[in-house]
């Protein structure tokens, strides 16, 4: 690849990060260093001095992590790579755009992404090797820059993916490249030389068609916007295609004309280029050395490092050792002093076997009755205790008691989970098969927000949590998303738990299947302890744990067994991979229906998402016999400007909405004199207003039961603020 061509690519990469959204701030001082430091590379760069720009790129580097700023770090890299391409170091070139590529990744910052491919792709397309490489991640940042509607990203990776095209000569795809590079050449923030190149590639592509007359009106348009850009480079390119054109068009007398300029421009530049080419063959030694210091210095520090590390080693195996030895004497002593009380015990239970197995069988009956009549009575109680800590935080300006009621929180939310899971579990005791409720919803967003759930346990035992697609997954899908969920959360909870300084990563492939059906594989593999073989089926029981000397592992055993079930009643099962020392790989396969774009359009999907603001003055009635939940629900309205009336019963609240005008009410089901189904149905006799369900109640139990009765939609207690506040909006938005 020539000098100018590589030039292009890094002062496109510039005008790309330039226009990137502003970095999160740490120090104002700091920031503008390194912007500074930025700039300084990119003038020394375009200078011809290469090997500067280098040193110049490394302090940034330095600085730009000794800060954490993951967006200069990543830009500084990319620079770096620039330098060392330059100077025909590729491989070089490639250790530096990886690095920025690991920081584009971490600042989650997609347009970033779609600059490191683009980085990629300016190393790759040189080598015939790896040219279609490189066009696989030219084509990774279109999608990117697409997405993002990203104008100036699309514009020079299209003009770089066209240079390539045109010198390799592959015409048919050059004249399409161009065509969509047309469409970003009006961008209003673009600098003529820019445009000026675009509109010279175009009368090419014209020349290539064979129609001279749009190739000149093009290159009258690029001649225009290469004198107002003031680059004698960009005037030679120009020049000589307009020599080209003219003479094909057999005005030989103007293509001469211009040739002259050719030739005139072409000897200032020349000058430029060797000048420039003295530079880079004296940077070359100058860097080497630089190189070599680098690399001296890396190895005492590595060589440091590999020395604490084998002292480290030396010191854990003796430990161990001894540990083992100790362990093994105890327990020989502690078996022989149980293995009598062992036999003698082992007989007298087996007199209780079978007693108990008939025991078990009633109790089983009873557990199943218990847990449905109980539903109701847990969940209320807790949603006073949830709500009225989650106030109390709010409201909280003492620090000293900030622990104390942080704490109260966290163990409400861990026995309304606990409470959830048994329940579940109980539920799915009682069906064959699920239903499949038919949710229609972004499969990328929904693992997105479940890995996102776990960062704060991922940071807390030092792990990485990744995400690898193995194909494009379907954009949109239709199935049971909520089993999904629960089954991904059980799985990626338990390896963030059990995995301390190591790795997971969540994998999802997918193959069409007929019908419009799409089969999908997803797996979780951690690097944790691992399974002894005759300990998988046994994790699978409830209340089993996986056996570890780490005590912090806190949780009910359940997990397992909700999504085993959970499969089983989905129709597929869970595969277990694991070896101790090494880690564990769970894995499962759910087919869904691929929802179309257009498809998608005609089902009612509420992605909308109303404004909170728009509670400010609403008038809601709160049924509720409860007191607690009354002064919970109302107080959460009241953030929010609600102006809440209180019924204690469905009786009141009949007298209340026919007496008043609400737009919204919230109705409970269980209520003394009137329940909530009865007052609902006497309410529609003569109004249309709203009425949520806001209820403890085991929902599937009471779903038709509810819609039936006339009411429009349903809470249930205890719930997320976020979701309560869009259902009452979303309903009063239909009324």
């Keep these: 690849m020539s000098l100018l061509t590589l030039l292009f690519f890094a002062v496109g990469k510039a005008q790309r990060s330039v226009e990137s959204d502003s970095i999160k701030r740490t120090t104002v001082a700091t920031e503008e260093l390194l912007r500074d430091m930025m700039f300084e590379s990119f003038q020394l760069y375009s200078e011809g001095d290469f090997q500067g720009s280098l040193k110049n790129n490394l302090a940034t580097i330095k600085l730009a992590e000794a800060s954490n700023n993951l967006e200069i770090a990543h830009e500084s890299y990319s620079y770096l790579g620039y330098d060392y391409l330059i100077l025909e170091d590729t491989v070089k070139a490639l250790e530096a755009f990886e690095k920025s590529y690991y920081y584009a990744r971490k600042t989650r910052d997609s347009r970033q992404i779609a600059n490191a491919y683009t980085d990629f792709a300016a190393v790759y397309v040189q080598d ?39 010198s390799r000569g592959e015409k048919k795809e050059f004249n399409e490249v161009v065509d969509s590079l047309m469409n970003y050449s009006g961008y209003s923030e673009l600098n003529p030389g820019y445009k000026a190149r675009s509109y010279n590639l175009k009368a090419q592509s014209y020349l290539i068609r064979g129609d001279v007359d749009q190739a000149l009106q093009n290159l009258n348009v690029a001649l225009e916007l290469g004198e107002e850009s003031h680059s004698n480079f960009i005037l030679e390119e120009i020049y000589k295609i307009y020599a080209t054109a003219l003479e094909s068009k057999q ?131 807790l949603y006073g205790v949830i709500g009225l800590s989650s106030i109390l935080l709010e409201k909280n300006k003492d620090k000293d ?46 693992i997105d927000n479940i890995t996102s759930s776990f960062e704060y346990l991922r940071v807390q035992n030092n792990n990485e949590l990744e995400v690898e697609y193995a194909q494009q997954p379907p954009h949109l899908v239709k199935g049971n998303s909520t089993v999904l969920s629960q089954i991904l959360m059980n799985l990626i909870g338990n390896a963030c738990k059990f995995t301390e300084n190591g790795r997971i990563l ?67 099962e869970i595969h277990v991979e694991s070896a101790l020392g090494k880690g564990s790989t769970f894995s499962f396969s759910m087919t869904y229906e691929v929802i179309e774009q257009e498809s998608a359009k005609k089902l009612n999907i509420p992605l909308k998402v109303y404004d ?112 309560f506040q869009q259902a009452i909006l979303r309903s009063m938005a239909t009324y």
Excluded: W
């Design 506 to 572: 969540v994998r999802i492939a997918s193959n069409a299947t007929k019908d419009n059906d799409c089969d999908i594989k997803f797996s979780v593999q951690d690097t944790g302890p691992g399974i002894a073989p005759d300990k998988v089926k046994q994790i699978f029981e409830e209340f089993a744990q996986g056996e570890s000397k780490n005590i912090t592992f806190q949780g009910t055993g359940l997990g397992l067994s909700i999504v085993k079930r959970l499969l089983r009643a989905s129709g597929s």
């Design 401 to 446: 008691n900030l622990q104390e009621l942080q704490s109260l929180k966290f163990s409400a939310d861990y026995l309304l989970a606990l409470v959830n899971d048994v329940l579940h579990l109980n539920k799915i005791d009682s069906q064959n098969r699920l239903e499949n409720h038919g949710d229609v919803f972004n499969l990328v967003d929904l």
């Design 128 to 166: 015939s090797a790896t040219y279609e490489k490189g066009l696989h991640y030219f084509k990774n940042a279109f999608t990117i820059y697409h997405t993002l509607k990203d104008s100036s990203g699309l514009h020079g990776s299209y003009y770089d993916y066209a240079k390539v095209l045109l």
């Design 251 to 381: 005005d030989y007398k103007m293509a001469y004309a211009m040739m002259v300029k050719y030739d005139s421009i072409f000897n200032i530049n020349q000058k430029d280029r060797s000048y420039s080419e003295s530079r880079k063959i004296a940077a070359k030694y100058e860097v080497a050395e630089v190189q070599e210091d680098l690399l001296q210095a890396q190895l005492e520090k590595d060589l440091e490092q590999e020395k604490v590390q084998n002292r480290t080693i030396i010191n854990y195996i003796l430990i161990g050792v001894i540990l083992l030895g100790l362990g093994l004497i105890v327990f020989l002593y502690y078996i022989s002093r149980r293995r009598k009380s062992y036999i003698t015990a082992l007989r007298t239970k087996n007199i209780q076997v079978e007693k108990a197995k008939l025991e078990a069988e009633r109790l089983a009956k009873v557990k199943s009755n218990f847990f449905s009549t109980v539903s109701h009575e847990l969940r209320t109680p």
């Design 612 to 723: 909170v603001s728009e509670l400010k003055d609403k008038k809601i009635l709160i049924v509720e016999d409860n007191q607690i939940n009354q002064m919970v629900t109302k107080k959460i309205l009241e953030k929010f400007e609600v102006q809440c009336d209180i019924a204690g019963n469905g009786k009141i609240a009949v007298e209340k909405v026919r007496d008043n005008s609400y737009d919204l009410v919230l109705m409970d089901i269980h209520m003394p004199v009137m329940n909530g189904i009865e007052s609902t149905k006497e309410i529609r006799k003569f109004s249309k207003v709203p009425i949520l369900a806001l209820t403890a109640v085991e929902l599937e139990e009471m779903r038709e039961q509810i819609y039936n009765s006339g009411m429009n939609d349903i809470i249930v207690k205890p719930y997320d603020v976020k979701h």
